[in-house]
Structures are given as structure tokens and as C-alpha cells.
């Protein structure tokens, strides 16, 4: 299995940015489609982005969509999501995931169930 721990959460300002970062290991990343979630206090967790093992196809909500950008390392075995102009309601928890890809990913992605391994979270606090 691999392992997966999420950095780069913090307080910032509405209209700031983050560079957030999950580092793997006990597996090679490239094996993995890999996506990031959030989960808000008393909300489900809610898709985010997503990013094949590849690198060649990425994935993101609708409310995120042109401010936050998925990216992947293979080589240094981490992926990242830079997230611009924050809001408020991008407050979260943010979880990295990691998927086996036993389905294929462009129909599934979006589905926290596809995903096998997950990081501990880090917390984004946007302040108004």
C-alpha cells in the first residue's frame, strides 16, 4: 500500500493562494491515478481534482474550476494542487487520494468510493 501525507494547509486571505502538497510513500506514484478531496465540518467530502498516473488528463469540480491546478512529480513521487484566488467557502479539510485504477478513471474520479489510500488531511482556512 502507500502511504500519503498531506502539507501546505494554513490561513489566508480571500483572494490568496496555497501550494499544497502530498507526498507518498512504500509505493511509486506513477502506479496511481491520484485526487484531491475537501471536506467542510458537517459536509460530505466533495471532489476537488484528479489526476491521471500518467499526468495526461486532469479532472476538477465545477467550483473550482480555473483557479486550482492539479500536478504530479512522479520523480520526486508527490502531487501538489495550487489554489488561487481563495474564497471563504474553500474552507476545508483537504485530503490527498490515491486510486489503483481498477476502474478506468475518466468515469470515476469524481467517486471518493474509487479511491484506496488516503493522506491524514490538512486543514485550508480562508478568512473574508
Known amino acids: 500500500q502507500v502511504q500519503l501525507v498531506e502539507s501546505g494547509g494554513g490561513l489566508v486571505q480571500a483572494g490568496g493562494s496555497l501550494r499544497l502538497s502530498c507526498a507518498a510513500s512504500?509505493?511509486?506514484?506513477?502506479?496511481?491515478?491520484m485526487g484531491w478531496f475537501r471536506q467542510a465540518p458537517g459536509k460530505e467530502r466533495e471532489f476537488v481534482a484528479g489526476?491521471?498516473?500518467?499526468?495526461?488528463?486532469?479532472y476538477y469540480s465545477d467550483s473550482v474550476k480555473g483557479r486550482f491546478t492539479i500536478s504530479r512529480d512522479n520523480a520526486k513521487n508527490t502531487i501538489y494542487l495550487n489554489s488561487n484566488s481563495l474564497k471563504p467557502e474553500d474552507t476545508a479539510v483537504y485530503y490527498c487520494?490515491?486510486?489503483?485504477?481498477?476502474?478506468?478513471?475518466?468515469?470515476?474520479?469524481?467517486?471518493?468510493?474509487?479511491?484506496?489510500?488516503w493522506g491524514q488531511g490538512t486543514q485550508v482556512t480562508v478568512s473574508s
Open positions: 487520494a490515491a486510486d489503483r485504477g481498477l476502474k478506468y478513471f475518466s468515469s470515476s474520479y469524481y467517486g471518493a468510493d474509487e479511491y484506496d489510500y
Open positions: 512504500g509505493q511509486h506514484i506513477s502506479n496511481y491515478d
Open positions: 489526476i491521471d498516473r500518467s499526468g495526461s488528463s486532469t
